[in-house]
Protein backbone atom coordinates (compact mmCIF):
# COMPACT_ATOMS: atom_id res chain seq x y z
CA UNK A 1 0.00 0.00 0.00
CA UNK A 2 1.00 3.54 -0.63
CA UNK A 3 -0.27 6.76 0.58
CA UNK A 4 -0.80 5.37 3.93
CA UNK A 5 -2.37 7.78 6.34
CA UNK A 6 -2.92 7.70 10.67
CA UNK A 7 -5.94 5.42 10.40
CA UNK A 8 -4.96 3.04 7.79
CA UNK A 9 -1.07 2.78 8.89
CA UNK A 10 -1.64 0.38 11.85
CA UNK A 11 -2.99 -3.10 9.70
CA UNK A 12 -0.16 -2.38 7.14
CA UNK A 13 2.35 -2.31 9.12
CA UNK A 14 0.69 -5.56 11.21
CA UNK A 15 0.42 -7.33 7.58
CA UNK A 16 4.37 -7.16 6.96
CA UNK A 17 4.51 -9.81 9.96
CA UNK A 18 2.77 -12.46 8.15
CA UNK A 19 5.31 -14.40 7.31
CA UNK A 20 6.92 -14.14 10.60
CA UNK A 21 8.81 -18.14 11.24
CA UNK A 22 7.94 -17.81 15.14
CA UNK A 23 3.96 -17.51 16.02
CA UNK A 24 5.30 -16.05 19.48
CA UNK A 25 7.17 -13.18 17.64
CA UNK A 26 3.78 -12.49 15.53
CA UNK A 27 1.68 -12.24 18.21
CA UNK A 28 4.05 -10.18 20.70
CA UNK A 29 4.85 -7.92 17.08
CA UNK A 30 1.09 -7.52 16.53
CA UNK A 31 0.19 -6.45 20.04
CA UNK A 32 3.05 -4.07 20.41
CA UNK A 33 2.17 -2.05 17.16
CA UNK A 34 -1.17 -2.12 17.61
CA UNK A 35 -0.77 -0.83 21.32
CA UNK A 36 1.98 1.66 20.52
CA UNK A 37 0.06 2.88 17.69
CA UNK A 38 -2.97 3.62 19.58
CA UNK A 39 -0.89 5.28 22.31
CA UNK A 40 0.31 7.77 19.90
CA UNK A 41 -3.04 8.35 18.37
CA UNK A 42 -4.32 9.02 22.39
CA UNK A 43 -1.73 11.33 22.93
CA UNK A 44 -0.99 12.88 19.49
CA UNK A 45 2.60 14.42 20.41
CA UNK A 46 4.36 16.88 18.74
CA UNK A 47 7.33 16.40 17.25
CA UNK A 48 9.04 18.03 19.94
CA UNK A 49 8.13 15.24 22.42
CA UNK A 50 8.63 12.60 20.19
CA UNK A 51 12.17 13.60 20.09
CA UNK A 52 12.06 14.01 24.14
CA UNK A 53 10.72 10.57 23.91
CA UNK A 54 13.95 8.71 21.64
CA UNK A 55 16.20 11.26 24.06
CA UNK A 56 14.87 9.84 27.24
CA UNK A 57 15.29 6.27 26.28
CA UNK A 58 18.98 6.96 24.77
CA UNK A 59 19.55 8.29 27.95
CA UNK A 60 18.29 5.14 30.21
CA UNK A 61 20.50 3.16 27.96
CA UNK A 62 23.16 5.43 28.58
CA UNK A 63 22.84 4.62 32.43
CA UNK A 64 23.25 1.30 32.22
CA UNK A 65 26.33 -0.70 33.11
CA UNK A 66 27.16 -3.68 34.99
CA UNK A 67 25.92 -2.46 38.37
CA UNK A 68 22.80 -0.70 37.20
CA UNK A 69 20.35 -1.48 34.80
CA UNK A 70 18.43 1.93 34.43
CA UNK A 71 15.78 -0.12 32.05
CA UNK A 72 14.58 -2.43 35.23
CA UNK A 73 14.34 0.64 37.43
CA UNK A 74 11.92 2.43 34.70
CA UNK A 75 10.34 -0.87 34.38
CA UNK A 76 9.85 -1.18 38.28
CA UNK A 77 8.76 2.33 38.36
CA UNK A 78 6.10 2.07 35.87
CA UNK A 79 4.70 -0.93 37.99
CA UNK A 80 5.35 -3.22 34.41
CA UNK A 81 7.67 -5.14 36.74
CA UNK A 82 5.11 -6.13 38.78
CA UNK A 83 2.18 -6.61 36.25
CA UNK A 84 4.84 -9.67 35.01
CA UNK A 85 5.44 -10.65 38.48
CA UNK A 86 1.50 -11.21 38.52
CA UNK A 87 0.75 -13.03 35.47
CA UNK A 88 4.02 -15.29 36.06
CA UNK A 89 2.94 -16.03 39.71
CA UNK A 90 -0.92 -17.27 39.73
CA UNK A 91 -0.55 -18.88 43.64
CA UNK A 92 -3.34 -20.86 45.23
CA UNK A 93 -4.82 -19.90 48.36
CA UNK A 94 -2.03 -20.16 51.80
CA UNK A 95 1.23 -20.27 49.14
CA UNK A 96 2.68 -17.28 49.86
CA UNK A 97 3.15 -14.31 47.83
CA UNK A 98 5.44 -13.28 45.52
CA UNK A 99 7.00 -9.54 44.65
CA UNK A 100 10.03 -7.74 42.91
CA UNK A 101 12.95 -9.50 42.69
CA UNK A 102 14.68 -6.02 42.69
CA UNK A 103 18.27 -5.14 41.60
CA UNK A 104 20.52 -5.47 44.61
CA UNK A 105 20.68 -9.84 44.82
CA UNK A 106 24.30 -10.43 44.36
CA UNK A 107 25.35 -14.28 43.63
CA UNK A 108 27.83 -16.20 46.05
CA UNK A 109 26.82 -14.49 49.46
CA UNK A 110 28.03 -16.17 52.55
CA UNK A 111 26.35 -19.25 53.84
CA UNK A 112 25.51 -19.05 57.39
CA UNK A 113 24.62 -21.41 60.44
CA UNK A 114 21.12 -21.12 62.32
CA UNK A 115 21.40 -18.26 64.74
CA UNK A 116 24.61 -16.68 62.70
CA UNK A 117 25.12 -12.88 62.33
CA UNK A 118 25.08 -11.87 58.81
CA UNK A 119 26.01 -7.86 59.41
CA UNK A 120 29.87 -8.25 58.83
CA UNK A 121 30.12 -5.58 60.97
CA UNK A 122 27.34 -3.12 60.04
CA UNK A 123 25.93 -1.06 62.99
CA UNK A 124 22.61 -0.93 63.41
CA UNK A 125 19.58 -1.52 65.86
CA UNK A 126 20.28 -5.90 66.36
CA UNK A 127 17.41 -7.57 64.57
CA UNK A 128 16.15 -11.22 64.94
CA UNK A 129 14.89 -12.59 61.92
CA UNK A 130 12.91 -16.13 62.29
CA UNK A 131 10.98 -18.18 59.99
CA UNK A 132 9.61 -21.64 58.53
CA UNK A 133 9.41 -22.91 55.51
CA UNK A 134 6.48 -25.55 54.72
CA UNK A 135 4.58 -26.42 51.81
CA UNK A 136 1.33 -25.19 50.89
CA UNK A 137 -0.55 -27.46 53.46
CA UNK A 138 1.64 -26.79 55.72
CA UNK A 139 4.37 -29.69 55.99
CA UNK A 140 7.71 -28.30 56.99
CA UNK A 141 10.54 -28.54 54.91
CA UNK A 142 14.29 -29.87 55.94
CA UNK A 143 16.91 -28.43 54.60
CA UNK A 144 15.11 -25.63 52.15
CA UNK A 145 17.74 -22.86 51.12
CA UNK A 146 16.99 -19.59 52.13
CA UNK A 147 18.55 -16.75 50.40
CA UNK A 148 17.96 -13.45 52.02
CA UNK A 149 19.41 -9.78 51.76
CA UNK A 150 18.81 -6.09 52.72
CA UNK A 151 19.51 -2.64 53.39
CA UNK A 152 21.60 -1.08 56.23
CA UNK A 153 19.68 1.35 58.50
CA UNK A 154 20.39 3.88 56.15
CA UNK A 155 18.77 2.66 53.54
CA UNK A 156 21.80 1.60 51.57
CA UNK A 157 22.72 -2.04 50.13
CA UNK A 158 26.51 -3.42 50.51
CA UNK A 159 27.09 -3.29 46.95
CA UNK A 160 26.16 0.85 46.86
CA UNK A 161 28.85 1.39 49.58
CA UNK A 162 30.73 -1.04 50.54
CA UNK A 163 33.94 -3.37 49.02
CA UNK A 164 32.08 -6.51 50.88
CA UNK A 165 28.88 -8.62 50.99
CA UNK A 166 26.94 -7.68 54.38
CA UNK A 167 24.01 -7.83 55.34
CA UNK A 168 22.53 -10.82 53.51
CA UNK A 169 23.78 -14.42 53.37
CA UNK A 170 22.37 -18.28 53.04
CA UNK A 171 20.63 -20.25 55.28
CA UNK A 172 19.16 -24.19 55.59
CA UNK A 173 16.16 -24.84 57.26
CA UNK A 174 16.28 -27.96 60.30
CA UNK A 175 14.60 -30.65 60.26
CA UNK A 176 11.27 -28.68 61.84
CA UNK A 177 11.73 -26.32 58.49
CA UNK A 178 12.91 -23.66 60.91
CA UNK A 179 15.57 -20.63 59.96
CA UNK A 180 16.91 -17.88 61.54
CA UNK A 181 19.93 -15.41 61.83
CA UNK A 182 20.87 -11.91 63.05
CA UNK A 183 21.43 -8.93 61.39
CA UNK A 184 19.87 -5.24 62.12
CA UNK A 185 16.43 -3.11 61.12
CA UNK A 186 16.51 -1.88 57.59
CA UNK A 187 15.07 1.38 56.78
CA UNK A 188 13.04 2.70 53.79
CA UNK A 189 15.20 4.37 51.34
CA UNK A 190 14.71 5.58 47.56
CA UNK A 191 15.39 3.58 44.16
CA UNK A 192 18.20 5.43 42.20
CA UNK A 193 16.85 8.88 41.13
CA UNK A 194 20.02 10.65 39.71
CA UNK A 195 18.82 9.54 36.05
CA UNK A 196 16.10 9.39 33.86
CA UNK A 197 13.92 7.43 35.86
CA UNK A 198 14.28 9.87 38.59
CA UNK A 199 13.31 12.97 36.53
CA UNK A 200 10.47 11.05 35.13
CA UNK A 201 9.29 10.29 39.17
CA UNK A 202 9.83 14.00 39.66
CA UNK A 203 7.85 15.29 36.35
CA UNK A 204 4.75 12.88 37.76
CA UNK A 205 5.21 14.13 41.24
CA UNK A 206 6.15 11.14 43.05
CA UNK A 207 8.80 10.25 45.43
CA UNK A 208 11.39 7.35 44.87
CA UNK A 209 11.05 5.63 48.12
CA UNK A 210 11.02 1.76 49.32
CA UNK A 211 9.32 0.82 52.23
CA UNK A 212 11.53 -1.05 54.68
CA UNK A 213 11.88 -5.19 53.63
CA UNK A 214 14.07 -7.86 53.79
CA UNK A 215 14.26 -9.59 50.24
CA UNK A 216 13.86 -13.25 50.75
CA UNK A 217 14.69 -16.25 47.82
CA UNK A 218 13.78 -19.66 49.07
CA UNK A 219 14.34 -22.76 47.30
CA UNK A 220 13.35 -26.42 47.62
CA UNK A 221 13.67 -29.72 45.55
CA UNK A 222 9.94 -30.22 43.99
CA UNK A 223 8.65 -26.83 44.73
CA UNK A 224 8.53 -23.75 42.82
CA UNK A 225 11.34 -20.49 43.92
CA UNK A 226 9.82 -17.97 45.83
CA UNK A 227 11.33 -14.63 45.39
CA UNK A 228 9.20 -11.95 47.67
CA UNK A 229 10.24 -9.41 50.15
CA UNK A 230 8.33 -9.02 54.14
CA UNK A 231 8.02 -5.07 54.83
CA UNK A 232 7.89 -3.76 57.90
CA UNK A 233 4.28 -3.12 59.06
CA UNK A 234 3.61 0.87 59.86
CA UNK A 235 6.31 1.87 57.09
CA UNK A 236 5.50 5.19 55.95
CA UNK A 237 5.80 4.29 52.22
CA UNK A 238 3.42 1.25 52.55
CA UNK A 239 1.01 2.58 50.56
CA UNK A 240 3.03 4.21 48.16
CA UNK A 241 5.63 1.79 47.08
CA UNK A 242 7.68 3.62 43.86
CA UNK A 243 7.92 0.18 42.79
CA UNK A 244 4.30 -1.17 43.84
CA UNK A 245 5.72 -4.53 45.41
CA UNK A 246 3.82 -4.70 48.50
CA UNK A 247 1.09 -7.06 49.15
CA UNK A 248 -0.87 -7.22 52.52
CA UNK A 249 0.10 -10.77 52.64
CA UNK A 250 3.75 -9.63 52.91
CA UNK A 251 3.78 -7.27 56.11
CA UNK A 252 4.68 -8.15 59.41
CA UNK A 253 5.41 -6.35 62.72
CA UNK A 254 9.06 -5.66 63.29
CA UNK A 255 8.58 -5.91 66.92
CA UNK A 256 10.89 -3.83 69.21
CA UNK A 257 11.75 -6.04 72.13
CA UNK A 258 13.56 -5.09 75.76
CA UNK A 259 16.90 -6.51 76.48
CA UNK A 260 16.53 -10.43 77.96
CA UNK A 261 16.55 -13.65 76.43
CA UNK A 262 15.30 -13.66 72.07
CA UNK A 263 13.24 -16.18 70.95
CA UNK A 264 16.37 -18.03 69.64
CA UNK A 265 17.51 -18.36 73.34
CA UNK A 266 20.41 -15.64 72.89
CA UNK A 267 21.06 -13.22 75.47
CA UNK A 268 20.72 -9.50 74.56
CA UNK A 269 22.03 -6.74 75.96
CA UNK A 270 20.30 -3.78 74.38
CA UNK A 271 17.12 -3.21 72.66
CA UNK A 272 16.15 -5.70 69.24
CA UNK A 273 13.54 -5.78 66.76
CA UNK A 274 11.97 -8.93 65.65
CA UNK A 275 10.76 -10.54 62.75
CA UNK A 276 8.91 -13.86 62.17
CA UNK A 277 7.71 -14.81 59.15
CA UNK A 278 6.12 -18.80 58.19
CA UNK A 279 6.68 -19.21 54.33
CA UNK A 280 4.62 -21.63 52.35
CA UNK A 281 5.78 -22.87 48.54
CA UNK A 282 3.88 -24.11 45.76
CA UNK A 283 4.72 -27.53 44.15
CA UNK A 284 6.68 -27.47 41.26
Known amino acids: MRDLNEHTL???????????????IKQISEALVRHLHDFVREIEPTQEEWEFAIDFLTRTGHMCDDKRQEFILLSDALGVSMLVDAINHRMPEGVTETTVFGPFYVEGAKQYELGGDITEGVSGTPMLITGTVSDQDGKPLAGATVNLWQSDTEGFYDVQRLDSL????????NDRGEFSCWTV??????IPDDGPVGQMLEAQGRHPYRPAHVHFMIEAPGFQKLVTHVFADGDTYLDSDVVFGVKNSLIREYEMREPGQAPDGRDVTEPYAYLHYDFRLKRA
Open 10 to 24: TDEVISRFANSKSPR
Open 166 to 173: ALRGVLHT
Open 185 to 190: RPSAYP
